[in-house]
């Protein structure tokens, strides 16, 4: 189900809701306006039916002149009874004649009620008023009762319902409309993305390149970002293949030399060479190739941590050598990256120190400006100056009294270079190497 489907859908649902409740208030509040009003109307009736009444000799007699018209016409709607204290009516008015009416209601004096009732299937409704009536020297109990059929309330009830849910819908299908549109709208630039996806990956087009809303400009960088590091990868493995194919050409004449010469002894050990030479070789090439490159989303892997695994398994490996180590890290320094890539690091550029170092290592690391920053200092010879370029290439060893293989700070620069960073070599506080990565 798609995203602008799923959104018209629950809107739906929510607009049918609201506007269901709207239309029970509504109808609720327009029928009680209806019968209070329908109140008054019945209650003025009835006062000026009162008013109008002459009683005499048990006797009620109205000047047909001051009763409401529809008194006067056969079953007109409204209806009027003065019944006395039995039920009995003492007078109704013409508009009695022919209709099926309730029966007349007594109330003592001095009382009144709204009764609604039900004859057949026709519903009334009665305001009758009690009172007692002073004839000469006595007292006469009158209920007046003014009744009404809802057949004309119904009607207009039935009417303001229509009205009312004709208007709501309409009202509904055009909130439904304009949001749609305002959907489309507002969804655009998925679907401008979308369609950028499928460019690229038809191979027309290299990375997202439109300009996009903040609600989705980290998306379309994130992807952006994986795009490139698929390039990068692509490009690390490619050239790693293409190095190793190369570089291993001229061991495999050596080798294939060596054993056309017979040469003995000597053949042995130029063979041994060229096999340590290839071993080298392929490592320093599938270590390029395997650099996972700068990543700004994913895990963020804990540069203490990393730190203090790599320097015990140091300790242990130099426990001849009694090396100070003071570390200086920021709390929470986090690396946005492979924990292999800082591992192959830091574990090349502690390594050096620790052969190096006649005392004292410093390590230093925090985060400034989005980067992660570790510096390695220590107290030994130091590398000079003209020296610096030379020991980045690989195979080239400061010094060859020392046991390895030259390729540590190449793999670090390579590593570096795959995540945009940067690497320095200068002197330490006690004329020492200091190595500051930048990742």
Known sequence: MSLNLRIILSATLVLAIFISMTA??????????????????LTSQLYALMAAADVADDAVTMPSSELDALLGVPSSGVYAYVAD????AMWSSSSVLGAKLPLPTTLPSGEQRFIKTVVGDVEFYSFVYGVSWATGNTELALSFNIITDLQSFDRQLTEYRTTLLTWLVAMALLLLVTQALILRWGLSPLRKVGRELSLI???KQQKIEEEYPQEIERLTDNINILLQQEREQKTRYRNALGDLAHSLKTPLAVLQNALAGHGGN??????QQQIV??????????????????ASIGKSVDVCSVIERILESLHKVHQDKSINVMLDIERDTVFKGDEGDL???LGNLFENAFKWAQ?????KACNEDGKCHISVADDGPGVAEYEVYNILKRGVRADESIAGHGIGLSIVQNIVDAYHGSL???????????VHVVL
């Open 24 to 41: 029970v208030t509504l109808e609720r509040a327009f029928v009680e306006s209806s019968e209070s009003a329908l109140r008054d109307k």
């Open 85 to 88: 204290q039995h039920g009995n």
């Open 201 to 203: 990956e038809n191979g």
């Open 266 to 271: 000597q053949s042995k050990d130029s063979m």
């Open 277 to 294: 030479r290839m071993n080298s070789i392929v490592e320093y090439q599938l270590q390029r190739a395997a650099t996972a490159g700068a």
């Open 343 to 345: 591992m192959e690091v």
């Open 359 to 363: 005392q004292a290592i410093e390590i």
């Open 424 to 434: 320095k070599i200068s002197r330490s506080q006690w004329n020492g190497a200091e």
